[in-house]
């Protein structure tokens, strides 16, 4: 079975500011990784994912992710963030050739401050 | 495009009285489906999912149930609400894949539906 571990539950972060959310994972097998963003009161919506390929995925607005193998780990970043950033982020491993079930960690809200 | 709709969007219930929340994907056939619920302050639990009709796989014992009548609906139902049956609850819908392309798929997300039970 696999997991996923976000190390920091809440992130506040100024305006302009860079903002890192880590996350690390645990599996026996490949993984496919992704990262969804929830605004209040809404459902999940796909940010990125990584499949294969580069290391590097970016978004369309601004969030880039980075595949670390050797640390098992999907941190995402932006260098600038944005009031309307302020949301929680998960992040989600599916095992590759497996079903498609996601195991989701436990949400970063992150609250941008003017 | 694919959409995916949830009713009804908050619901207010007494304990013991019975659930049914509705899911249905529009736009694509034979997708696999899903519920999960969100407690406040806590991440998604899986709680069912679905690769076909009338195939369900349970995640957690609980006292809510699901099912598949057709294609592109899910319900999930209870007989008892609880009061610990309150919560977010999210349906989702993935493509199936086969072989290597299994997992492959990242799941969509309805709007929800936030269950208070008192």
């Known amino acids: 079975a696999q997991s996923v571990t976000q190390l920091d539950s809440q992130v506040p972060v100024f305006e302009e500011a860079p903002v890192e959310l880590r996350c690390n994972y645990s599996s026996s097998v490949s993984v496919y990784l992704f990262w969804y963003v929830q605004y209040p009161n809404q459902g999940l919506q796909l940010l990125l994912k990584?499949?294969?390929?580069?290391?590097l995925v970016e978004s369309i607005n601004g969030f880039e992710a980075e595949f670390n193998k050797s640390q098992t780990s999907f941190h995402l970043r932006k260098p600038s963030v944005h009031i309307s950033d302020t949301a929680e982020y998960f992040c989600a491993v599916s095992r590759r050739a497996a079903g498609n079930k996601l195991t989701f960690g436990g949400g970063t809200r992150v609250l941008v401050k003017p | 495009s694919q959409t995916i709709h949830q009713w009804p969007a908050t619901l207010v219930q007494p304990v013991g009285s019975p659930l049914s929340l509705e899911c249905t994907v529009e736009?694509?056939?034979?997708?696999?489906l899903y519920w999960y619920r969100q407690a406040a302050g806590r991440g998604l639990q899986l709680l069912f999912y679905s690769v076909g009709i009338g195939q369900i796989s349970s995640e957690v014992p609980q006292n809510l149930s699901a099912s598949r009548p057709q294609d592109r609906q899910f319900i999930l139902s209870s007989k008892k609400l609880l009061l610990s049956d309150s919560g977010f609850y999210l349906c989702a819908w993935s493509h199936a894949g086969t072989g290597s392309q299994k997992g492959y798929y990242e799941q969509y997300f309805g709007p929800g539906t936030r269950l208070t039970v008192t």
């Open positions: 736009g694509t056939s034979n997708p696999n």
């Open positions: 990584y499949l294969s390929g580069s290391t």
